[in-house]
Structures are given as C-alpha cells and as structure tokens.
C-alpha cells in the first residue's frame, strides 16, 4: 500500500465507522407496536387485528463495538504509517525560481495550501497601469495622465411662446491628473500564470510523492 492507498482507506474508514454508530444507535431495542380498543386490562391487552408493527435489530451492541473499535485502530495504523512515511517521501520541483528542489510532503503541502494562494493574491494586488487614457509624459515606468470628466446640470428656458424648456448644459468639468506607477497588464498575467504553472508542478510532485509505499511499524 502507498500513500494515495492509504489516505483513500482513510476515508473509507471514516465512512464505515458512521455507518457502524448509526447502526449501533438503532442496537439497542427490539420493538412492537399494535393498537388496541381499550387498555383496561394492562397484562392482557388485545391488539386490533393486523395492526402490529415489529422493528427487530440488525445487529447487537457488542458486534457493533467490536466492528467500530477494529475500524478505529485500523485508522490509528494507518495514520501513524502516513506520518512516519512523510518524513521520508520526497519528491522533485522545479521552483519559481526555476532551482530543481527536492521536497517532502509537509514541505509541498505547505506550498500547494499556503504559499501559492497567497503568491497569486499579492500578484493580483499589483497596480496595473491605465489604459486608453490622454497621456500626458512618460519617464520610464511612471506614466502622467489626465481624464476629463463633464458635470452637467439642468437648465430652464422660455421659447418664442413662453413655454418652458429644460435641457443639460455643462455645469463644469472634473479634472483628475494621475502620475501612474502601475505595473504593464501583460507582465502581471504573466506573472500570474507562471504561479499557476507552478501549483500544478507542486500538485504533481505531490501524487508522485504519494507513490512511496508506507513504512512498516516495527511491533
């Protein structure tokens, strides 16, 4: 057995042993239920024809507890084999950094539920510099631009025959100018997608690592 082989028993543990405790909650009572007409006479009481109803058990407590409790040490030698196995396990990688690496399972995990989420939300956290916007100088990486924004309100006025007309005219104009220190689009989906590459290269060195079949337990 390997590792991928043990923790997918792991989980099948964990469903037999909810199986055996909802078994074990229903092993402690045999049951009948009838209706009678009157229960006058508590030592004799007389069902209605074809009303009864038996619930017998499946199974006995103590068969339950026997299975329960072996499924339970099975999961406690298998957990044990896993840990042992993991400090031994390792597994190639090639980094961000493009260094070869060889890495246990800890470590891999580590950087599969850790680190590589928290690569790509810095990454994504980059200021991206303004596009389709009025440049107005650029100096290397730092670009200055402008938007013009117009504010318009209503305005009322009387035509030839004293009616009232309401139209829009420019109340003012909103200027913002920007000294943009963003980083180019492109560069970050790139960056982006290289610590997608990345993850994947950790998810396989990770099932290849769980290739290694588990230690013995020396008795």
């Known amino acids: 057995m390997n590792l991928g082989d043990a923790f997918a028993r792991r989980k099948q543990i964990d469903a037999e042993i909810e199986n055996w405790l909802a078994r074990l ?64 396990a390792r597994a190639k990688l090639v980094d961000l950094d493009g ?14 539920n850790d680190i590589a989420p928290k690569l790509e939300n810095l990454t994504r956290a980059i200021p991206i510099k303004a596009k389709g916007v009025e440049i107005m100088k650029e100096m290397g990486t730092v670009m200055n631009w402008r938007a013009i924004t117009k504010v318009e309100k209503a305005s009322q006025e009387l035509s030839d025959k004293g009616h009232k007309i309401e139209k829009q005219v420019v109340d003012y104009y909103q200027i913002e100018e920007v000294t943009d220190y963003g980083h180019d689009e492109r560069k970050v989906f790139d960056e982006i997608d290289k610590i997608h590459l990345w993850l994947q290269r950790v998810r396989n060195a990770i099932n290849e690592a769980n290739k290694t079949d588990l230690v013995e337990l020396g008795n």
């Open 25 to 88: 909650r229903l092993a402690g009572r045999d049951t009948l239920q009838y209706r009678a007409l009157t229960i006058e006479n508590k030592d004799n009481l007389v069902p209605i024809p074809g009303s009864k109803r038996e619930f017998k058990r499946t199974y006995s407590i103590e068969e339950c507890l026997e299975k329960t409790k072996a499924l339970i040490e099975e999961d406690r030698v298998l957990a044990l084999r896993i840990s042992l196995t993991n400090q031994k």
């Open 99 to 112: 260094v070869e690496k060889e890495l246990t399972i800890p470590e891999l995990l580590v950087l599969k």
